[in-house]
């Protein structure tokens, strides 16, 4: 299965409840902060919720 590494680039303050809590089930909570989740539906979709915030990668492994 495919990962994906997930970078915050970009403050959560000033945003909504949602955005907070997506950050948080990913794993997020400061810039230059980097996981690496499976590439799964339910991923892709905290990811939409927070693009603005975060920086997405393709990894192999």
């Known amino acids: 299965m495919a990962k994906l590494k997930i970078t915050q680039v970009r403050s ?18 400061r810039i230059g902060k980097a996981v690496v989740r499976d590439d799964r539906p339910e991923v892709r979709g905290q990811i939409n919720v927070v693009a603005h915030l ?5 990894v192999s492994e």
């Open 12 to 29: 959560k303050i000033g945003g909504k409840r949602k955005q907070h809590d997506s950050l948080r089930s990913l794993g997020l909570g």
């Open 54 to 58: 975060v920086t997405v990668e393709e």
